[in-house]
Every structure is written in structure tokens, then in C-alpha cells.
């Protein structure tokens, strides 16, 4: 029996009674939200309130964590406002369930409102025509902040339908009515829509790399973003802690999908881009297709390694120091101290080094190790140096001697007293510690072994030839061109993944976590000397109690110490490079690079993984050309893979010439099946290529095809049905263009609002527009984007399927062979 018993149409007493129904359930179910959220308020307030009272360390602990668990369940409950309810579901039996965006409980504890995340309500999409499981009917509503505005109804079993059921049925499938909707700049919400493949999806379990494989309007992104909050809610215990990171290909798409979680009833997600993963880099440049290559490619892990190793130097070396240090006779390091020139050989540095390499520590956390040695060949030379300045007396012999022993060098003549073990270390740590004060001593250090932050590593490295040369000769002439660049200049997102290569193999000496902590402790110092001023001043507490005065202090300079807003758990995350986050997701994963997966691994300890992608959409010169290319070096025989093969979204006339376009240029990929007939035929529209039209910018005729696209999107947006008239200004159009036109193209149209996806007409390139839809798409030369590089097919195929409903194709010249079935009027 098919899901829709089309029939004759329902009076429109039906539709306003079941308006009415749904509209006094939803008002019943805002009142139970709003009753939780003030109970959370509540609650938060009363915890807030108690910390200001002191206690141990355990009652202050307990604070916090009730703090915390009740600040997140106050921002999920706020987070629901919208769409809280959007289904529901009826039995055969006769059971009944709402189902929304978040779980909720009456005043009784009955379960009023059921989460779509849990088991009751799979069956809302998992229910088909051929196998509709236990319900008789499935209703969606349709809502506008806290008002009813539509229904539909899809029947499974209709004679089990009660009389007045059957009479009240109204709408029609969801899925369907979506489609019709207008694109609003942002991803719709569309958990009332998911269908059976994206459910088996979107439920699938923890562990392991999951492939999500489908071509354009297939759904995985929406697929993969309530995954995301499916397994928030069935493991709370263990992603809430650890937060849950989604990776993006661009900051518009990160804009597009923000609020699709949050919208679901989950905060802890950090969402960013491959750009945006090292903390304190917001990478937005762009690499030449040669540069993506290289940087991309997973021999960059061992030239930066090497690159690394470069730094760490011997006086006389291969490569000159950054600063300055002048060299003795043997080709050590010399530095002058209070008029006496003092050196460490070229053996005791090469010794030094050796030790620090061999340590195993990070760069940096090696530099102390080989800094000691240093200073240790350093204060031997010094002793003997001051020794042949002046005849010293016995006693003070033997200490040189055992100072001269401690590093390593020769002792006096035989028969002299031996030094105290204890004292001549101690000399040797006093030694090093007065010669470490001198300026012309650290320049020494730091020209051979250099304190380095990964953004000085790879913006030096970057722009040396030399240093390139040294630390990549496995790499091709080209290849080292490509990757020169001036220091200072902007960061890319293929710089991210050596930026975050550098990070893992510099760490840190342990300065700056010294300072804080010393910082910190004397801001508290200075607090409580404050607070002990206060308390003499008010007399609260006798001159003679010492001790208890200081207790006292400290106490009340902690009460009426302000931390600041406490962070959530994404908050933390996005700011901590070494975080481990419970489960990761990177959506058009087809464009990540080798060395970029290495960034994402090590921020997934545990690799779980969602990967969403389209190997037929591959635009990066460094992106995958297989899954098991890029995953199975981390997850092999642990990842899988499901594919989603129908197409929702893009028309089929569209589709259609887009798989032609992307058998052309990928022939191994296939285009997923539209379920969308009808609709536009896709055109193609000469401009004026006249000189006249070259001084108005070249692409003359160019705006008033924009204008009638958009008109037309409109007219049918607003349609017969004055209801939905409301909808036409929400039409969106994308002018899609090779990145050497954005500017001049951008200059066309009014920029009536900072966030592109929020106007009108938004103009993009291939890369920019990935993972994005619109009503309408006017693509701009393609036999331009075409030939971009090898990968320009690719784009052109991205270009042409992000329309959901109209597809126009602007031309100066001839069309590419690919796109030949159009015929410019």
C-alpha cells in the first residue's frame, strides 16, 4: 500500500482542526521547556550562590561539576527554542509518540516529548511503504517559532486508522514539501526528513573510521551532523568530557552548518576548518595548486623533521647561525665575558648536541639539555683560563681541578687533594648559572641551538632556499620552488598541517608554563595581602591571631576572586592544540592532504571517526584519490564504508548534465540518481565579448541575468498558495566564477550584508561554494574553470551541482565540449 492515499481533498475544516490539535500540544510542551529551563536556572543560581560560602577542596569540586552539568543543560534547553517539536507517531496499537528536538517530561514524569535520538523514535525515520515497522501513520508539523503553520501526513496502514483519524488526515510526505522550500543562506533543518539510509548512518556505532560516501544533494552532511548528535546522546558520558570536532572545508561552510547542532540540543561540538585547527592561526591565504601539492604531500613530515634538525648546529657548520658567534682556531664557540674570551670546542658542542638528540625530548625540552652542556665546556674553560691568569693556592687547585673533572676535563697534577664531590657540583651549577646571565652567552646558545616556535620554524624555513635545499633534498627542483615563500606572508591552510608538524616535534622548554604559575602565584600573594589589609581595617579579626588572619585572608581573597565566565568544554578544546576530542568528524574529507589527516589523527587518539566525502568532487591538488589511500595508515582493517547513492536535492535535467560533465573528466566516479523530475531545464547564455562590453568589466548582460534568474526563483517560491508567498524573498542565488574573476564579478552586486550567505545573490568560487546549495546558479566561464589544472573538471562538476532548482551557464566563448547539449539562445 503506497505511504499516500492521495484521494479526494480534505475540507479545510480537517487541516484547521488538526492545526488546532497540534497547535494546544506544542503550547503544552513550550510550557514544560520553559518550566525545565527556569528549574535549570534554578538550580544553577542556588549552586552559584552555595560557592560563595567556602568550604574544602571537595565541596568546592562537587560546586563545580553541578556548576557545569547545569549551565550545559540550560544551554541545550535553550538551544531547542526553535522547531522543539516536529513529529509524531502513531502506532497500530494505538500508541502515540511526539518527537522533537530534545526529551521532555511532564509534570508527573511521563515522557511528553520523545528526543529523536532515542530507540522510540527511530521508527519516525526508518519507516518505508514496504516496511513500516509498528506504525499506522507518521505526522510531521511544520512550525514557526512557537506556532503551528502545517501538517502532513503520511498513512502506513489506513484501515487501522481510527474513523475520525482517517477523516482528519491531512498534508502530504515531508520530504517532499522540503523540497519545494526556499534555500535561506543556511543549512535547513532537516532531522524531520531524514530518510533510511541516512538513518542507518547516522546510528552507527562508535568505534572506528565510518566513510560517508555520496555525491551531491545525497545528504551526508546532514547525515553526519546528527550522527554527531545521536552519539552525544547515547554516550554522553564519554563525548560531553571530551566534546565532539567537526572540520569543514571553508569558513562559509562552517557558517552555513552552525547552527544545525546547537538547533539539535548540542553545545559541545567545535566546528572549524582545516584553517582554523592550530590555535591562534586563522589561516584564510591561498596556495597555487603546486604549492597545495607539495605541502600536502606526506614527505613534508620528514622535511620538516629535518628542517628541525638544520636549527640544531655546530659552530662552523654547514649553515650559517642566525646570530652571529664567533669561532676559535678549532672551530669552536667563542664568547667574551668581563673582558676574558672564553670557548666550548667544536667536540664538546658536537658532544652536547649527540646527548640532546639522543635525550628523546622535543627540541625545545632538548635545548636545556644542551644548553647545560654547553655552559658545563664554557665554565671549564673559564677556570682554566683564570688559572693561567694567576698562581691560585692549593686548596683553591683542587677545586679546579674538580670543577675541570665535573666537565669533563683534566684534572690537576697527581697527589692533590680531591675536592669535595658535593661542593665542586655545587660550583659547577654556580659556574653555569653566573655565565648563563651574560647576554653574549645565550646568543651563543641560541645561535646553536635555538628556541623555536612553530610559526618561526616553518615562516624561516618557508622562506630560506637554502634551508629548503638542506632539509628536502628528496623533493624535486619544482617541488622546492613551489614551496618558497616571502617570510611574513599570509597563512594558508596547507601551511596548518606543518605549522602543527612543527608543534608535535618543538614542544616547549617549560618557560612559559614557569612564568604563568609564578605569576599566578603572586597575584594570589598580592590578593591576600589585600584581603588581610581589609580585615585589620574592619576589625573583624584580632591583632594577635596570626595565623588565623592568614587563613581568613586567603579565604576571602579566593570568594571575591572573579575567574571570569566559566568555559565549555568546546571552548577549551578550540583554544588547546593538544586536545583529544571523543569523536571527530571531516566533512568533504576528499579534500584533505596527507600531511593534513596527520593533523586531524593526532586530535583523535582514539580514532573515531565520521568522514563524509565525494571522491568524484576532489578539487585539491593534495586530496584523496581513494579512502583507504588516507585512512589506512591509521585505521586500516577499522573504517567502513556506506554510500548514498539517491540524490534529494538537485533536479534531474541538472543532474543530468553534471554526469556527463564528471564522466568526462572522472571516469571511474559515478553521480548519484536524482529523485527530481521536471523542473527548469538548464540553459546556456552568450555575453558580450565586445570591446564595449571589455570596459564595463568584460561580462556585460552578466547582472540582468542575475536579476531574472532571481525574479524567477521567487515567482515560484511564492507559487499559488498565499501561505507560502512569504517565502519567496527567501530565494537564494549563487554566481559561481574561476577565482581569477571573484573580484571583478563581486563588484557587480550589491553587498547589502557582511556574511555572504546572507544576501541575495552570493559570489563564489568552485572551492568556496563546495558543500553549500542554492535555488538558482548562474556558473560563470566554465571552460575557464575547466582549465584551472587537472582538477578543474572536478570543479566545474561541483559548480553545476549546487542548484536546486535553477541552472543557468554564462559564456563569452565557446562552451567546453563537456557542456555541449546547451544551446545558447
Not at 520553559?34 to 571537595?58: F, H, I, K, N, P
Not at 547515547?234 to 552555513?256: C, D, K, Q
Not at 565520521?610 to 585512512?631: C, E, I, Y
Request: charged share 25%.
Amino acid at each position: 500500500m503506497s505511504p499516500r492515499q492521495p484521494g479526494p481533498a480534505r475540507p479545510a475544516t480537517a487541516l484547521s482542526a488538526a492545526l488546532r490539535t497540534e497547535q494546544a500540544l506544542l503550547t503544552r510542551l513550550y510550557e514544560r521547556l520553559d518550566a525545565a529551563r527556569e528549574q535549570a536556572r534554578t538550580a544553577l543560581a542556588a549552586v552559584l550562590s552555595a560557592g560563595r560560602a567556602g568550604g574544602s577542596r571537595q565541596a568546592v569540586v562537587e560546586r563545580e561539576v553541578s556548576a557545569a552539568e547545569h549551565s550545559r543543560r540550560l544551554a541545550r534547553l535553550s538551544a531547542v527554542e526553535h522547531g522543539l517539536c516536529f513529529g509524531r507517531i502513531d502506532e497500530t496499537g494505538g500508541r502515540s509518540h511526539s518527537i522533537g528536538r530534545t526529551g521532555l517530561r511532564g509534570a508527573d514524569g511521563e515522557i511528553v516529548l520523545t528526543d529523536w535520538r532515542a530507540p522510540a523514535a527511530r521508527p519516525f525515520y526508518t519507516a518505508t511503504a514496504g516496511d513500516p515497522g509498528p506504525l499506522a501513520r507518521r505526522r510531521h508539523l511544520h512550525t514557526r517559532d512557537r506556532t503551528v503553520v502545517g501538517v502532513d501526513d503520511e498513512v502506513f496502514d489506513l484501515e487501522r486508522l481510527g474513523e475520525g483519524d482517517r477523516r482528519g488526515l491531512v498534508g502530504e510526505a515531508a520530504l517532499m514539501a522540503a523540497l519545494r522550500r526556499g534555500r535561506t543562506g543556511r543549512m535547513g533543518e532537516v532531522v524531520a526528513t531524514i530518510q533510511t539510509e541516512q538513518d542507518r548512518v547516522i546510528r552507527s556505532g562508535l568505534a572506528g573510521a565510518l566513510v560517508v560516501h555520496g555525491g551531491p544533494g545525497t545528504g551526508k552532511t546532514v547525515a553526519a551532523l546528527h550522527r554527531a548528535a545521536y552519539l552525544l546522546y547515547t554516550h554522553r558520558e564519554v563525548l560531553a568530557r571530551r566534546g565532539v570536532l567537526v572540520v569543514g572545508p571553508n569558513t562559509l561552510f562552517s557558517r552555513y552548518i552552525a547552527q544545525v547542532l546547537p538547533s539539535l540540543g548540542e553545545t559541545d561540538v567545535v566546528v572549524a576548518t582545516l584553517g582554523e585547527l592550530y590555535p591562534g592561526v586563522r589561516a584564510t591565504a591561498a596556495d597555487s595548486p603546486a604549492a597545495a601539492a607539495v605541502k600536502g604531500d606526506a614527505r613534508m613530515a620528514a622535511v620538516v623533521a629535518a628542517a628541525v634538525r638544520d636549527r640544531q648546529r655546530l659552530p662552523a657548520g654547514n649553515l650559517e647561525v642566525s646570530i652571529p658567534v664567533r669561532t676559535s682556531i678549532r672551530g669552536g664557540v667563542e664568547v667574551v665575558v668581563e673582558e676574558m674570551t672564553i670557548s666550548a670546542s667544536r667536540a664538546a658542542c658536537a658532544a652536547a648536541r649527540e646527548r640532546a638528540r639522543g635525550s628523546g625530548l622535543p627540541h625545545n625540552a632538548a635545548r636545556r639539555l644542551f644548553a647545560l652542556d654547553v655552559l658545563t665546556a664554557l665554565a671549564a674553560d673559564q677556570a682554566a683560563r683564570l688559572d693561567e691568569l694567576a698562581a691560585l693556592p692549593p686548596e683553591e687547585a683542587a677545586e679546579l681541578d674538580a670543577l675541570l673533572a665535573a666537565a669533563g676535563g683534566e684534572g690537576g697534577d697527581e697527589g692533590g687533594e680531591a675536592a669535595d664531590p658535593e661542593e665542586a657540583a655545587e660550583d659547577l651549577r654556580y659556574a653555569r648559572k653566573a655565565l648563563w646571565t651574560y647576554p653574549a652567552v645565550r646568543e651563543a646558545v641560541e645561535g646553536l641551538w635555538p628556541y623555536l616556535t612553530p610559526e618561526r620554524l616553518v615562516g624561516e624555513f618557508l622562506a630560506d632556499p637554502a634551508a629548503i635545499a638542506s632539509a628536502a633534498p628528496q623533493l624535486s627542483p619544482a617541488e622546492r620552488a613551489a614551496l618558497a615563500r616571502p617570510y611574513g606572508a599570509p597563512w594558508t591552510p596547507g601551511d596548518v598541517p606543518l605549522l602543527d608538524e612543527a608543534a608535535e616535534l618543538l614542544g616547549s622548554d617549560g618557560t612559559a608554563e614557569r612564568a604563568a604559575r609564578a605569576a599566578e602565584a603572586e597575584r594570589r600573594r598580592q590578593e591576600a595581602a589585600y584581603a588581610q589589609g581589609v580585615l585589620e581595617f574592619t576589625g573583624l579579626v584580632e591583632s594577635g591571631l596570626v595565623e588565623t588572619r592568614l587563613v581568613e585572608a586567603g579565604s576571602l581573597a579566593g570568594r571575591h576572586h572573579d575567574r571570569g565566565p566559566e568555559t565549555t568544554t568546546a571552548q577549551r578544546a578550540a583554544a588547546d592544540r593538544t586536545w583529544a576530542y571523543g569523536h571527530v568528524i571531516v566533512d568533504e574529507a576528499q579534500e584533505l592532504s596527507a600531511m593534513a589527516w596527520r593533523t586531524v589523527m593526532r586530535r583523535v587518539p582514539a580514532r573515531s571517526l565520521t568522514v563524509v566525502g565525494d571522491l568524484a568532487q576532489t578539487g585539491s591538488a593534495a586530496g584523496a584519490r581513494s579512502w583507504g589511500q588516507m585512512l589506512d595508515p591509521y585505521v586500516e582493517g577499522r573504517w567502513r564504508e556506506e554510500r548514498l547513492t539517491v540524490n534529494y536535492r538537485t533536479p534531474a535535467p541538472i543532474m543530468e548534465l553534471a554526469a556527463g560533465v564528471l564522466a568526462a573528466v572522472a571516469p571511474g566516479q559515478e553521480a548519484p540518481e536524482s529523485v527530481r523530475e521536471g523542473g527548469a531545464p538548464p540553459r546556456a547564455v552568450r555575453l558580450d565579448a565586445s570591446g564595449a562590453a571589455q570596459e564595463r568589466g568584460g561580462l556585460a548582460g552578466l547582472s540582468a541575468l542575475v536579476e531574472a534568474e532571481l525574479a524567477a526563483i521567487r515567482a515560484e517560491l511564492a507559487g499559488p498558495d498565499p501561505a507560502e508567498a512569504a517565502q519567496a524573498s527567501e530565494g537564494r542565488l549563487a554566481v559561481i566564477v574561476p577565482d581569477a574573476r571573484h573580484a571583478e564579478v563581486d563588484a557587480l552586486f550589491p553587498h547589502d550584508a557582511a556574511d555572504v550567505l546572507d544576501r541575495p545573490v552570493a559570489v563564489l568560487t568552485p572551492a568556496a561554494a563546495k558543500g553549500l546549495e542554492f535555488d538558482a546558479v548562474v556558473v560563470v566561464e566554465p571552460a575557464e574553470i575547466l582549465s584551472r589544472g587537472p582538477m578543474g573538471g572536478r570543479d566545474l562538476y561541483v559548480a553545476l551541482t549546487r542548484a536546486t532548482r535553477r541552472l543557468a551557464v554564462a559564456h563569452t566563448g565557446p562552451l567546453p565540449e563537456t557542456l555541449s547539449r546547451l544551446m545558447a539562445p
